[in-house]
T-cell receptor, first 114, second 117 residues
Framework: DTAVSQTPKYLVTQMGNDKSIKCEQN?????MYWYKQDSKKFLKIMFS???????INETVPNRFSPKSPDKAHLNLHINSLELGDSAVYFC?????????????FGPGTRLTVT | AQSVAQPEDQVNVAEGNPLTVKCTYS??????LFWYVQYPNRGLQVLLK??????LVKGSYGFEAEFNKSQTTFHLKKPSALVSDSALYFC???????????????FGTGTQLKVEL
């Protein structure tokens, strides 16, 4: 059973398009995250939700909008895609945002904008 | 603000030899520290974490790390490296909860470990 799953695994699209990435966790965790890993493998947090409430909102263009329909799902919608958005996007979850539990990562979505 | 430095982009070691991957952190107060590993085309998985207590932390696959508060280091070690240990390793520090900051992890830039026969 996959603990944190993401779809799609690969996404190739043109500049200006709008796309979504979906994430689901079956661990019963309260907190979910979105990270961006660039071509140099640098990993940076974008957003965090705790029980559907936005907790962390880093300096990210407002073309990126997370949505959490329930605590098991956190989707990422990106409007007007740009070349610089090309990266691997990871979803993660942890048990409770208040405590230093480890985060469990999904397999990643490789986004390529042409 | 907190930060993590991994001074080596790549570490090469022969199989059977001990390995060390370095990490230096900066954080207000007491840190929570983690080591994650990323295999090619995979997500990250936690190897070990330091929250409190014993400075020597043992983790998965024979890895361990030592928390050194005075030197602000959390180096990852293994007594005998395997070829299968070859991967990208990330050190991470957790920010203190202040207001709405929450459980934010700051990752280092990663160290590529290459273990050769």
């Amino acid at each position: 059973d996959t603990a944190v799953s993401q779809t799609p695994k690969y996404l190739v699209t043109q500049m200006g398009n709008d796309k979504s990435i979906k994430c689901e966790q079956n661990l019963g965790h309260d907190t979910m995250y979105w990270y961006k890993q660039d071509s140099k493998k640098f990993l940076k947090i974008m957003f965090s939700y705790n029980n559907k409430e936005l907790i962390i909102n880093e300096t990210v263009p407002n073309r990126f909008s997370p949505k959490s329909p329930d605590k098991a799902h956190l989707n990422l919608h990106i409007n007007s895609l740009e070349l610089g958005d090309s990266a691997v996007y990871f979803c993660a979850s942890s048990q409770d945002i208040r405590l230093p539990y480890e985060q469990y990562f999904g397999p990643g979505t490789r986004l390529t904008v042409t | 603000a907190q930060s993590v430095a991994q001074p080596e982009d790549q570490v090469n070691v022969a199989e059977g030899n001990p390995l060390t991957v370095k990490c230096t952190y900066s954080v207000s107060g007491n840190p929570y520290l983690f080591w994650y590993v990323q295999y090619p085309n995979r997500g990250l998985q936690v190897l070990l974490k330091y929250i409190t207590g014993d400075n020597l932390v043992k983790g998965s696959y024979g890895f361990e790390a030592e928390f050194n508060k005075s030197q602000t280091t959390f180096h990852l070690k293994k007594p005998s490296a395997l070829v299968s240990d070859s991967a990208l390793y990330f050190c991470a520090v957790r920010d203190k909860i202040m207001g709405g900051g929450g459980n934010k992890l700051t990752f280092g830039t990663g160290t590529q470990l290459k273990v050769e026969l």
